[in-house]
């Protein structure tokens, strides 16, 4: 069964950087990509970063230059650097797995920017 747990949310100022963690559990985490996604209020759920098995990246355009994703294989870790943070960023912020067959998502961390 697979589990995602993420951590690393909180409340920060304009300008701020926070690093949010995504533990993975029930795979052989090195064989999956990862992604980072956010929902703010009233609004849907949305990309934020993604990570393929083999370390490739991309990044939703809002967040380029400011956020980093990385993996570690052997601690089946993914991480999201934040940077420069803007109010705009204010989300909970969700871990997901990409299985071939489905994704598999954490209930997610609260990130809170204020101005």
């Known amino acids: 069964q697979v589990q995602l747990v993420e951590s690393g949310g909180g409340l920060v100022q304009a300008g701020g950087s926070l690093r949010l963690s995504c533990a993975a559990s029930?795979?052989?985490?090195?064989?999956?990509?990862m992604g980072w996604f956010r929902q703010a209020p009233g609004k849907e759920r949305e990309l934020v970063a993604v990570?393929?098995?083999?370390?490739?990246?991309n990044y939703a355009d809002s967040v380029k230059g400011r956020f980093t994703i990385s993996r570690d294989n052997a601690k089946n870790t993914v991480y999201l650097q934040m940077t420069s943070l803007k109010p705009e960023d204010t989300a909970v912020y969700y871990c997901?797995?990409?299985?071939?067959?489905?994704?598999?998502w954490g209930k997610g961390t609260l990130v809170t920017v204020s101005s």
């Open positions: 997901r797995l990409s299985d071939p067959n489905t994704f598999y």
């Open positions: 029930g795979r052989t985490f090195s064989f999956y990509g």
């Open positions: 990570i393929t098995n083999a370390a490739g990246t």
